[in-house]
């Protein structure tokens, strides 16, 4: 075999594992995402309930989750949509524990 196929042989494997491996990654990365999005609903849930109790008005709490909502709503920049091709492999991101 050329030295030329083998080349073009190893570079076609490599992006298969490429591609293959960032699945699983993918995956617990959208579970983290999951218990994330859990973790803030949670959240807002416990400021609500004390904003109510410390006499903040159902208006403003409203006004507030608005607010909210539109910062959720806004579109990630681009370089979370794609990042970068040339990120070392590995399992990263944040981790949560349960809340209990």
Known sequence: M????????????????????????????????????????QLLIEAVIRAHDEGMSSASIAEALGFTKRVVAERPSPEILSPSPARPSGRRGIHFEPMT
């Open 2 to 41: 050329s030295a030329e196929r083998k080349a073009s042989r190893h570079a076609q494997e490599f992006r298969w594992h490429q591609v293959n491996l960032q699945l699983p990654e993918t995956e617990a990365a959208l579970r983290d995402l999951t218990t994330l999005s859990e973790a803030v609903d």
